[in-house]
């Protein structure tokens, strides 16, 4: 079991930045990397950033060079830094912890809550 607690999202302005943090607690253990969805209305999930155990990193096109996936191993932590925010960014965005369950390794998603991102003027 692995629980995902969210904080950070918010209302800003257009070229605002704001940071998410995800702490993760239970069976870190299982984590083998975690990442920030976003669902925007009428909108698929996406991935938008992931850090694997060893520390790759991976971001989707549109976010590239504006965010950056970051953790602190020992807070257990993970955050995404959004600089330059723009309108397309506007979306409720997801912790995810992707595990694996033994004894099969069998692969398990755990989610947080998600919190809302609203970049309007």
């Known amino acids: 079991q692995v629980q995902l607690v969210e904080s950070g999202g918010g209302l800003v302005q257009p070229g605002e930045t704001l940071r998410l943090s995800c702490a993760a607690s239970?069976?870190?253990?299982?984590?083998?990397?975690m990442g920030w969805y976003r669902q925007a209305p009428e909108k698929r999930r996406e991935l938008v950033a992931s850090?694997?155990?060893?520390?790759?990193?991976k971001y989707v096109d549109s976010v590239k060079g504006r965010f950056t996936i970051s953790r602190d191993n020992t807070k257990n932590t993970v955050y995404l830094e959004m600089n330059n925010l723009n309108a397309e960014d506007t979306a409720v965005y997801y912790c995810?912890?992707?595990?694996?369950?033994?004894?099969?390794?069998?692969?398990?998603?755990?989610w947080g809550q998600g919190t809302p991102v609203t970049v309007s003027s």
């Open positions: 239970g069976s870190i253990s299982s984590i083998v990397s």
């Open positions: 995810n912890a992707a595990t694996v369950l033994m004894p099969k390794l069998t692969p398990y998603d755990y």
């Open positions: 850090i694997t155990r060893g520390g790759s990193t």
